[in-house]
């Protein structure tokens, strides 16, 4: 719950599956955020999602927030029960590569995010 900013992290070649199990409190697979939601981008920096599979989540799959510099690139996203990907409070984002089945809701850019650079290319079903 409590921690400091991230930097450099890299999550690659994983198998996450059905994951996701304390809706109460946690939303993704994968959170990397601060529990404050006006927490500015650059809290984490350079975090890069890379080449998993992720197979159902009773949330989100990926949540992010605060963060500059991320990418997630190459990962298959399967069943999300919310967002495949909730970002919010975040700016220099790249999304490429990815391909996500079976979603409702693939993406959700939230407030506080510098859209004009967040880059999403080359995905399926998002």
Request: charged share 20%; net charge negative.
């Amino acid at each position: 719950w409590e921690s400091i900013g991230s930097r450099d992290v890299i999550i690659r070649n994983n198998r996450f599956i059905d994951c996701k199990f304390e809706g109460e409190y946690l939303q993704g697979v994968i959170e990397s955020h601060t529990m404050s939601e006006t927490a500015p981008a650059g809290v984490h920096q350079r975090i890069t999602i890379e080449n998993n599979i992720f197979l159902g989540s009773d949330g989100n799959i990926l949540k992010i927030g605060s963060a500059d510099g991320v990418e997630i690139i190459n990962n298959i996203l399967d069943r999300p029960k919310d967002e495949a990907i909730l970002l919010y409070n975040s700016r220099n984002v790249t999304i490429s590569g990815n391909k996500l089945t079976h979603s409702n809701v693939p993406l959700k850019i939230g407030a506080g995010c510098d859209s004009a650079t967040i880059r999403v290319e080359n995905n399926i079903g998002l």
